[in-house]
């Protein structure tokens, strides 16, 4: 086991895993052994001139996941739902630099005017439980409803993790996108316009609204696996289920475990545990609090001093909280680390060559999506900013 490291200004009770191969990792996850270098004060130097020279021309939006030395130059910080509203927000800017993952990009490319240009500095930088639903498997998992007769009662709702084409399959099938921060109020309406709902990609988000907000009983749910022939699931299962979860999740959020809370209860005294609901059923009953990255910064904010907290969310959030709250005790809920690697694909050295470019001129790494899939995901997600 390695010591702790040093964590900004702060010292936070961590292990980090070795640099040798983890097994226990998978895509998605980085587990370097090392927390990300200091930021090149060369680096910082030409990002900080080639956005003062594009001065109002450029627009950098950066999601809570990522790294110091990138968020120092958003002009807007926020989770997936408070970007998805923000891009639109500077209609003069022709350039759109987005510091996150690859389907926050398309959304902002969505909700952006047509002359807006939006820029992932790093085209890496995707997202594992996105990943994890595709359009092929998302269309042939609707004609299995469908041969098991159900699929006119089967509203579709994707969390914002989601690629543009599921949203649109979900907008072309007259549903609606949802976040962390308005889950419930997404499936109570879709509920009132279906009897069942095929919540997708992320199990976990979906269980834990249906079932610690809404009243569900873990039996009304089942796990559709697009690896296996329908789902894995027999017709009668089909049609007793409320809930239709697909078998995705979030590589992150996923590692934290009942083993984490329960070692972290017996290690430190009157500590609250803070978790976001992407994470698995048996944390967040476990859990003291449970909400959205937003939630979880604002409860934080507005804790005592003196207070301690075991966060279950991506470490560099946690980090920056721990830094921001020194006088609380803000821990990373398990002991062994890792960053959504991912979003830690965006780095100074990529958002210097996005801006750089764009000061001379040259729109690299742009993301465009198609006027078609743009317009039945616009649907699905104008049905999410009308919730009410
Ligand atoms: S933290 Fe999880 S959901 Fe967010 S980008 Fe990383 S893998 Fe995707």
Redesign the pocket.
């Known amino acids: 086991m390695t010591t702790t490291p040093e964590l900004g200004t702060r010292s936070l009770p961590l292990l980090l895993l070795g640099t040798e191969s983890d097994p226990a990792s998978e895509r998605?996850?980085s587990c370097p052994g090392a927390l990300p270098p200091a930021s090149d004060p060369a680096l910082v130097e030409r990002a900080r001139a080639a956005k003062a020279a594009l001065g109002d021309q450029v627009f950098v939006l950066g999601?809570h996941?990522q790294r110091d030395e990138v968020i120092q130059f958003a002009d807007v910080t926020g989770d997936?739902f408070k970007l998805a509203r923000d891009a639109a927000a500077r209609p003069q800017a022709p350039y759109i630099v987005f510091c996150?993952?690859h389907?926050?990009a398309e959304s902002a490319d969505i909700l952006t005017a047509d002359h807006q240009q939006v820029v992932l500095p790093d085209m890496a930088?995707?997202?594992?439980?996105?990943d994890m639903a595709t359009f092929d498997q998302v269309e042939e998992c609707w004609e299995v409803l469908e041969e098991v007769g159900i699929a006119d009662d089967v509203v579709p709702v994707t969390y914002m993790?989601s690629s543009a084409d599921i949203k649109a399959f979900v907008g072309r099938h007259g549903g609606v996108v949802c976040t962390s921060s308005n889950a419930r109020r997404a499936l109570e309406w879709a509920y009132s316009k279906g009897s069942k709902v095929l919540f997708l990609p992320?199990q976990h988000l979906g269980r834990n609204t249906a079932v610690l907000e809404m009243g569900f009983s873990l039996d009304d749910c089942v796990v559709y696996d697009p690896h296996r022939p329908e789902g894995g699931l027999t017709p009668r299962q089909f049609r007793d289920a409320r809930m239709l979860l697909w078998r995705g999740h979030?590589?992150?959020?996923a590692r934290f475990t009942k083993a984490s809370v329960d070692e972290i209860r017996s290690r430190v005294p009157d500590v609250n545990i803070l978790v976001h609901p992407?994470c698995r059923h048996e944390v967040v009953v476990e859990a003291d609090y449970v909400g959205s990255t937003e939630y979880i910064i604002k409860t934080l904010a507005a804790a005592p001093a003196g207070s301690s907290w075991a966060v279950g969310?991506?470490l560099n959030l946690v980090r920056r909280l721990a830094n921001m709250h020194p006088d609380k005790n803000v821990m990373f809920l398990d002991r062994t680390v890792c960053f959504?690697?991912?979003?830690n694909r965006i780095d100074l050295p990529h958002l210097v060559w996005a801006l750089e470019s764009l000061a001379k001129g040259e729109v690299v790494n742009r993301i465009q999506v198609d006027e078609e899939t743009a317009h039945y995901a616009k649907a699905a997600l104008d049905q999410m900013l009308a919730l009410p």
């Open positions: 998605g996850v999601h996941y997936s996150g993952v389907f926050m930088a995707g997202c594992s439980m996105a993790n992320d979030c590589s992150v959020h992407e969310t991506e959504c690697s991912t979003m």
